[in-house]
């Protein structure tokens, strides 16, 4: 997903959620503020990284948030990760660390990118969206998808 379709989606769902207190919102509505600052500061990504970016032992540095609903995540999953809806992120952000990178990813990256962005709205800056999500992310070659890149660069053999 790109930066501007995450935003424009982000945007649209903050707005659909927050309509009723925007809609009598004036300067000093605290959301607001903190959207308007969020979306000031935020580097170029968004906070996504992809899958290649990430060395194998790596993965092990990163808490890892998987957003999908219990039967996607009881299905199928990567290794390690902790299922926790993305509805629920600021509801349960107090499980979530700080003092640590934290991936979030769900099917395709559409909804976790909504919960790395509320995240980020509330003051986590550890946080980053697998882009492309679990589909992206198994197609890539998993955990061994920087390897498998560099062997289709033919860096490696």
């Given at each position: 997903m790109s930066f501007s379709r995450f935003l424009i989606h982000?945007?649209?769902v903050v707005t659909l959620l927050l309509a009723p207190t925007l809609a009598s919102a004036d300067e000093n509505n605290e959301?607001?503020?903190?959207m308007e600052e969020y979306l000031t500061f935020v580097d170029y990504g968004g906070g996504t990284i992809s899958a290649?970016?990430?060395p194998k032992d790596d993965w092990k540095r990163f808490y890892v948030i998987d957003a999908r609903d219990k039967e996607q995540f009881d299905k199928e999953h990567i290794p390690g990760a902790v299922n926790l809806e993305w509805r629920q992120v600021l509801e349960k952000r107090a499980s979530i660390p700080?003092?640590?990178p934290v991936l979030i990813y769900c099917n395709t990256g559409s909804l976790s990118a909504q919960a790395g962005f509320a995240l980020r709205v509330v003051g986590y800056e550890n946080v980053r969206i697998i882009q492309g999500g679990f589909a992206d992310w198994k197609t890539k070659g998993g955990f061994d998808?920087?390897?498998?890149?560099?062997?289709?660069?033919g860096e490696v053999k």
């Open positions: 982000a945007a649209t959301a607001i503020k903190a290649e970016q990430i700080k003092d640590k998808a920087t390897e498998k890149a560099a062997r289709a660069r």
